[in-house]
Nanobody, 120 residues
């Protein structure tokens, strides 16, 4: 059973920083692309940032220069460092990954989400 579990969300004030973490666990052979998505109330889930297995990253225009995505292959961890947070960054943040299981089946997985609230 493969799982993604996010942590690190919370309530912060505008201008502050927060770091999200996502831990992958279970019978994992390898992890390909990983990413962070977010969904605000009444809106669709959008890509925030993604990173390939080789470390190539891309960001939504709205977070460029403020957010940094990184991963630790050995620990099977994904991170999102968020700085200069704005009220419009308020959303549930989801971890996503393309994972090869130990039985060599490739599937896309989602975490359960972590709430980030930025007050003005």
């Amino acid at each position: 059973q493969v799982q993604l579990v996010e942590s690190g969300g919370g309530l912060v004030q505008a201008g502050e920083s927060l770091t999200l973490s996502c831990a992958a666990s279970g019978s994992i052979f390898s992890i390909d692309n990983m990413g962070w998505y977010r969904q605000a109330p009444g809106k669709q889930r959008d890509l925030v940032a993604a990173i390939s297995s080789g470390g190539r990253s891309n960001y939504a225009d709205s977070v460029k220069g403020r957010f940094t995505i990184s991963r630790d292959h050995a620990k099977k961890m994904l991170y999102l460092q968020m700085s200069s947070l704005k009220p419009e960054d308020t959303a549930v943040y989801y971890c996503n990954a393309d994972i090869w299981s130990s039985s060599l089946a490739r599937r896309n997985y989602w975490g359960q989400g972590t709430q980030v609230t930025v007050s003005s």
